[in-house]
């Protein structure tokens, strides 16, 4: 192979290949059973019961929100800490560690933001006050 590319092509070939035969294979096989019950909203097996349209906590959002936020950190900051000492030795201290302090500071802004803005603060329900005022 002379050229790079015609493995890059078969690769993709390949990856576009697989999943698409794997959904014709399960089309042809899959038992085909119309029931009324299939055409529900929501297939689960279970009755559902009440509303389906509840309101969530904006404060789960919120956690899962700065989750990513920190869970990204770790993947960015992780390799940098492996090649660190290959980076002293190449390009001096400070050119390996402002970058990283720099990313590190600007996390710390947006977690005091957050922090200062009550994204952190867990909203006690009301019927969670009235329980703590009755104890």
Do not use: H
């Not at 349209?53 to 960015?76: C, G, H, K, P, S």
């Amino acid at each position: 192979m002379s050229n790079p590319w015609i493995a890059i092509g078969a690769l993709a070939l390949v990856a576009v290949i697989i999943p698409v035969a794997m959904m014709v294979v399960s089309a042809l096989l899959r038992p085909r059973v119309p029931e009324l019950s299939k055409r529900a909203t929501y297939e689960s097996g279970e009755v559902p019961t009440g509303d389906t349209r509840i309101r969530f906590n904006i404060q789960y959002y919120m956690v899962a929100l700065l989750f990513v936020v920190f869970d990204i950190e770790t993947v960015l900051i992780f390799p940098w800490t492996v090649i660190y000492n290959d980076a002293v030795t190449e390009v001096g201290m400070m050119r390996a560690l402002v970058p990283m302090l720099v990313f590190i500071g600007i996390l710390v802004v947006g977690l005091g933001w957050a922090w200062r803005n009550g994204a952190v603060r867990w909203v006690r329900s009301p019927r969670a006050q009235r329980q703590k005022v009755e104890r």
